[in-house]
């Protein structure tokens, strides 16, 4: 009776070694779909539901002259955290016009932005609102007007990349704060730029790529951390 002939153990192992590395090359594929797949279909749909919830939850909570704090993803916002010590690294005034909420913030340049791609644009949709203190001051409409009107006078004008305290470019969080003292509120929590804290490596980064333009060591300054924490300013849920 014949039998069939042996293959050779070394036929055997280049047979394996072939499927186990067709395996690898096919989960490596699925992994690599399954990432595409995440961020071109499933994040966007997750941040754009979620950025609509938050909205619908601020908007009947809003009022104009509200500010607004977001944990940024610019390229910046590390040094920033790290030189204040905290996440919120940019804000921005909320006013209502053309039938909805919208945000001047100074970002590239000074500009609006509305409230709802403003939410997406921040890391994870993190937002705090923070209103001016209603047992000390409350904005009439004419307050309101004169806010708005201050504020918007630095629209389009250059990000101040050496947070200075001139009014020719202008900073996330000057830009309210100097909003408010045209109308005679003084929210305080001023600082120089030696006061932060700049012995991180991302701080230092920072100041290294734009030490050219000349850094403002002691003019005034006020981040968006320390506005945050202003006394003058108390939370609103939402």
């Known amino acids: ?14 047979k394996l ?20 797949a995440r961020g071109r279909f499933v994040e966007p749909y997750l941040r754009e539901s979620g950025t609509k919830r938050i909205l619908h939850r601020l908007e009947s909570n809003l009022r104009p002259g509200d500010l607004v704090f977001q944990v940024s993803r610019s390229s910046q916002a590390q040094a920033i955290a790290k030189a204040t010590g905290s996440p919120w690294t940019h804000c ?4 209502h016009r053309q039938g909805r909420w919208q945000v001047l913030e100074a970002s590239k340049k000074v500009q609006w932005t509305p409230l709802v791609d403003w939410i997406a644009q921040g890391e994870d949709l993190r937002l705090e609102v923070r209103r001016l203190d209603s047992a000390s001051i409350v904005l ?3 307050q309101v007007g004169a806010l708005e009107g201050a504020a918007t006078k630095s629209l389009a004008k250059p990000y101040d990349l050496v947070f200075g305290w001139s009014d020719s470019a202008i900073y996330c ?21 030696r006061q932060l804290s700049l012995s991180s490596g991302e701080a230092k980064d920072l100041i290294r790529r734009r030490g050219h333009l000349g850094i403002r060591w002691d003019d005034s300054l006020v981040t968006p951390a320390a506005l945050r924490n202003s006394p003058m300013l108390h939370p609103v849920s939402y």
């Open 173 to 193: 969080s000057e830009l309210p704060w100097k909003a408010y003292r045209a109308i005679g509120v003084d929210l305080g929590m001023v600082q120089t730029l």
């Open 92 to 95: 921005g005034v909320v006013f």
């Open 17 to 36: 070694f072939a499927a186990r590395a067709i395996l690898v090359c096919v989960v490596v594929l699925l992994v690599a779909l399954g990432a595409w």
């Open 1 to 14: 009776m014949e039998t069939e002939p042996l293959v050779p153990d070394t036929q055997v192992k280049r």
């Open 140 to 142: 009439d409409s004419a």
